[in-house]
Nanobody, 127 residues
Framework: QVQLVESGGGLVQPGGSLRLSCAAS????????MSWVRQAPGKGLEWVSD????????YYADSVKGRFTVSRDNAKNTLYLQMNSLRPEDTAVYYC????????????????????WGQGTQVTVSS
């Protein structure tokens, strides 16, 4: 069965960096658009980034553009999110997900657009 396992979260000071990983198994990872989605405390799900199946096209929410970089290693079945210049407002649980349809800039997340989800990894940005 499809399995997505995130790792790499933790506590970091404002201005710091983290790299999240998402290990995929149970499906043909290289054929799927992948996404990162986050949920801040007390808030709804927020789309963060998409990457297409070959990794050549990437899309970002305005709130993270220029600070976060999504990438993938299809040989290792792993998705990454490099997060730099972290801010307190980036505090959230971060999820990786397989996306239905094409990779794109997304406004107004719809959970039906995502087929499978990981369990999430907590990122806390605080001094």
């Amino acid at each position: 069965q499809v399995q997505l396992v995130e790792s790499g979260g933790g506590l970091v000071q404002p201005g710091g960096s983290l790299r999240l990983s998402c290990a995929a198994s149970g499906f043909t990872f290289s054929s799927y658009v992948m996404s990162w989605v986050r949920q801040a405390p007390g808030k709804g799900l927020e789309w963060v980034s998409d990457i297409n199946s070959d990794g050549l096209s990437t899309y970002y929410a305005d709130s993270v553009k220029g600070r976060f970089t999504v990438s993938r290693d299809n040989a290792k079945n792993t998705l990454y999110l490099q997060m730099n210049s972290l801010r307190p407002e980036d505090t959230a649980v971060y999820y990786c997900a397989t996306k239905r349809g094409r990779a794109k800039y997304t406004i107004g997340l719809c959970t039906a657009d995502f087929a499978s989800w990981g369990q999430g990894t907590q990122v806390t940005v605080s001094s």
